[in-house]
């Protein structure tokens, strides 16, 4: 079974900088996708950020250029979150899937994690 575990969500002010993992275990897909969405109250669950299991990367357009997803050698995922604005503040979960079409569709997404919370601060 498939499990996702987030962690490293914390405050922060904004323009600084927070690391988030997704700890990804029981995969058995040759060919998936590992994504980072968020929602804030009130809001619809977003598209961060996902990265194939090949490698190929898509993010938001809200976030390109300050955002880095990868993954390390374990399947593990990580997301590095640059120059933080306080509209970023939000859950962040981390999602498994095998979208066809549209990467950062939540819908395409099977596996969610529990939730790790970012607050920036102005």
């Known amino acids: 079974q498939v499990q996702l575990v987030e962690s490293g969500g914390g405050s922060v002010q904004a323009g600084g900088s927070l690391s988030l993992s997704c700890s990804v275990s029981g995969i058995t897909y040759s060919s998936y996708w590992t994504a980072w969405f968020r929602q804030s109250p009130g809001k619809e669950r977003e598209g961060v950020a996902t990265i194939h299991s090949g490698g190929y990367l898509e993010y938001a357009d809200s976030v390109k250029g300050r955002f880095t997803i990868s993954k390390d050698n374990v399947k593990n995922v990580h997301l590095q979150m640059n120059s933080l604005k306080p509209e970023d503040t939000a859950m962040y979960y981390c999602?498994?899937?095998?979208?066809?079409?549209?990467?950062?569709?939540?819908?395409?997404?099977?596996?969610w994690g529990q939730g790790t919370q970012v607050i920036v601060s102005s």
């Open positions: 999602a498994l899937g095998r979208p066809v079409a549209r990467p950062l569709d939540a819908d395409s997404y099977n596996y």
